[in-house]
């Protein structure tokens, strides 16, 4: 299903975020591994630090979205609710007596709503955020490199489709030529009474006359 063009810009939000901060960030995080007993929650963006904090993100931007049955994933040491405008706007009440009291709010540009409660997690847990951050941005990297080679392929394509039809053209035309200059030769031939006809010591003659032309034109210049 197609992200909302707000939700796109709520993740650009926090990219930027993420790259003045000088921390690593990425969306769409799969939580764990099934063979652990998660791998089915994901959490919308998520963000580390240089001394492993962790930040979780739930992005939000309609009340029926709020309001389903799809987990908010609270795993990390800060965690919050990024909010659309319109949705803040009409459900504000709302929101705040259902999202937990450690949990901030913050809206589609990043403004606070309100503060965020640090959350003490263990070192498994912190491990295992870590490992997911780590294999859901190695698939987006593969997925970026793909989607860059795919590019590519494309760009290539075009270019051997284009030369292809030139080359198409230039054998087309070759193949006319050649059949004018055959007839000029059989007919040249045949009307001058001559048995073997040579084009090219035709035009090797042609291209004298031209050039004895030129040098007696620009005789007559001189005089």
């Known amino acids: 299903?197609?992200?909302?063009?707000?939700t796109l810009d709520i993740e650009a939000a926090l990219q930027k975020d993420t790259r003045i901060k000088r921390i690593y960030g990425c969306e769409e995080i799969t939580i764990g591994f099934y063979n652990n007993g998660h791998g089915n929650e994901i959490v919308d963006f998520m963000t580390m630090d240089s001394k492993g904090i962790i930040k979780c993100y739930e992005i939000k931007v309609t009340i029926q979205d709020f309001k389903s049955d799809a987990k908010k994933s609270w795993y990390g040491h800060y965690n919050y609710l990024v909010v659309g405008k319109e949705l803040w706007n009409e459900h504000k009440d709302y929101i705040l007596e259902n999202t937990p009291k450690h949990i901030g709010i913050l809206g589609s540009s990043l403004g606070s709503y309100r503060k965020c409660k640090k959350q003490d997690i263990s070192q498994e847990q912190s491990e295992m955020l870590k490992?997911?951050?780590i294999r859901s941005m190695y698939y987006k990297m593969i997925k970026y490199y793909n989607a860059s080679d795919?590019?590519?392929i494309k760009r290539l394509n075009s270019g051997i489709r284009k030369l292809k039809k030139d080359a198409d053209n230039y054998r087309d035309?070759?193949?006319k030529a050649e059949n004018l200059i055959y007839s000029y030769?059989?007919?040249k031939a045949y009307n001058d009474g001559i048995d073997d006809f040579d084009f090219k010591k035709a035009v090797e003659a042609e291209k004298k006359k031209y050039?004895?032309?030129i040098k007696a034109e620009v005789k007559s210049w001189r005089k």
Not at 1 to 6: D, F, H, V
């Open 1 to 6: 299903m197609a992200k909302r063009q707000e």
């Open 131 to 133: 490992e997911s951050m």
């Open 150 to 152: 795919l590019d590519e």
């Open 173 to 175: 035309r070759a193949v």
């Open 185 to 187: 030769e059989n007919y």
């Open 211 to 213: 050039l004895e032309n």
